[in-house]
């Protein structure tokens, strides 16, 4: 009976979720342009729910009508877009990238990149599409209320990719690269690393809003999603997202919290004793008992040789944007596992200072807000978003956390939420006039 219901419930989740996409976009379109960005918040770290649109007409560009929806929706019921100072980094950041997709056109004979014959623009476009998220969430979440709804969506999807993945993974006995918790991303091809990091962005993030947001319903939901994390973090089995978990909790305990500095101590004198056997197992990986360099490691080390010669090469352009992959031998690996090193491969120096110039920039907003937010809320977001950014910088070390779609769309959706909360504080409050004294009779 209940194997029966389940499938019912099955057959209809996909018709019933096209039904509401198209109703969410007309909605959107019409009256309530936020309502799409809801949806895509929803839907944008769970291929494996938006994949069962595929079939149906216009199945594939959910996402991208989505993101049509919300444009449209800002320029018929929200007034249009607004600019401020980052607008200018990340738009110089998107000519760059252009210029580096023409530089791989050029490089390796590719068709012009103004239609699909061209293997890279898809990649470019859904790159820029990401940025783009920016602009959007900057122009829907114009007051504090909004900014709440939207973050409690996605602390929400958040809570929930982590318990079903506490549900549905099982330690074994010892490491395994075949059995590591990899979360919503395996159908686009993103495993377990990937699946770290994200959790190491945004669960890192939502916990700083923990640390200063003192709503007792957003704290206990912060709260639930970052405990729900730790068990898929552990048991995703990567090393860079451990680093960048602790590197969160260090960033935190300077700025906040020095009672976690306390705790980063004691984790670091007694982890062998404290953390799961499998989780010390990965961790002490680096070298096999006879020496050698450990396989992962030493795949990583070859590819970065491969990256080296090629940037210098190509110094100050590159070999152009997301063309690693052509300068290899056909069956190796086509993935520096390093964004820097695939950065200064693809696009040179100049590649190099521009996204510099662009996590600089998100690290100014989150301290901006985390200074001078006028609530707790927008404290506790600067302070999550600074933490963010720094789990990004040591992520990306280990491979590319940063251009796919579904892991880095959130990063832009808050920086956007933080650099409008900026904005907030620097407007003046507007004066309470003085009652006026009733009328008297003369």
């Known amino acids: 009976m209940l194997a029966a219901l389940k499938d019912i419930l099955h057959g209809i989740l996909a018709p019933s979720l096209y039904i509401g996409l198209w109703v969410t976009i007309f909605a959107a379109i019409v009256r309530r342009a936020e309502w799409a960005l809801y949806l895509l918040l ?39 877009f607004e600019f401020n100072a980052t607008t200018v980094v990340l738009i110089v ?36 599409e990401m940025i783009y998220l920016y602009w ?34 099982t330690e074994g006995s010892s490491f395994s690269y075949d059995k590591r918790a990899a979360g919503p991303f395996w159908i686009v091809g993103l495993g377990a690393n990937h699946f770290a990091a994200f959790i ?24 639930g999603a970052v405990v729900a994390s730790i068990y898929p973090l552990f048991f995703a089995y990567s090393r860079g997202a451990y680093i960048a978990a602790l590197m969160v909790m260090l960033v935190y305990g300077v700025l906040k919290k020095r009672l976690l500095l306390v705790g980063l101590i004691a984790l670091g004198l007694t982890w062998q004793e404290v953390l799961p056997p499998t989780v010390v197992e990965r961790i002490t990986m680096s070298e096999t008992e006879s020496g050698q360099i450990e396989e992962s490691a030493a795949h990583r080390l070859v590819l970065w040789e491969h990256a080296k010669t090629a940037f210098s090469e190509n110094m100050v352009f590159g070999v152009g944007f997301n063309s690693f992959g ?8 086509t993935d520096t596992h390093n964004f820097y ?29 985390f200074r001078s937010g006028v609530s707790q809320f927008h404290q506790g977001l600067g302070l999550g978003f600074i933490g ?31 650099d409008r909360a900026v904005r907030i504080a620097r407007e003046p409050t507007p004066e309470t006039p003085a009652p006026v004294p009733p009328a008297t009779a003369t």
């Open 42 to 80: 929803i839907l944008t770290p769970l291929p494996v729910v938006w994949y069962l649109l595929h079939p149906f007409p216009l199945g594939t560009s959910t996402l991208d009508l989505l993101v049509l929806a919300v444009t449209l929706g800002i320029f018929i019921n929200k007034q249009g």
């Open 93 to 128: 950041f998107i000519i760059i990238n252009y210029l580096a997709l023409w530089n791989a056109t050029i490089h390796f004979n590719l068709p012009i990149p103004f239609t699909t014959a061209n293997p890279l623009l898809s990649d470019w476009k859904n790159y820029i």
């Open 136 to 169: 959007v969430a900057y122009a829907i979440g114009r007051d504090e209320n909004q900014q709440k709804t939207l973050v409690v969506i996605m602390a929400t999807v958040i809570l929930l990719i982590m318990v079903r993945e506490v549900r549905g993974f």
């Open 200 to 223: 190491a962005h945004y669960s890192g993030l939502l916990f700083g809003l923990f640390l200063v947001d003192k709503h007792k319903y957003r704290k206990w939901l912060y709260l």
């Open 326 to 333: 052509f300068t290899v031998p056909r069956g190796e690996l």
């Open 341 to 369: 090193m695939k950065t200064a491969a693809e696009q040179g120096v100049i590649g190099l200072v521009i996204f510099t110039l662009v996590m600089l920039r998100a690290l100014l907003s989150g301290w901006s807000l």
């Open 388 to 418: 963010c950014v720094f789990a990004i910088a040591v992520t990306n070390v280990f491979g590319d956390r940063w251009s796919y779609f579904m892991l880095g769309s959130y990063f832009w959706v808050f920086w956007g939420l933080v």
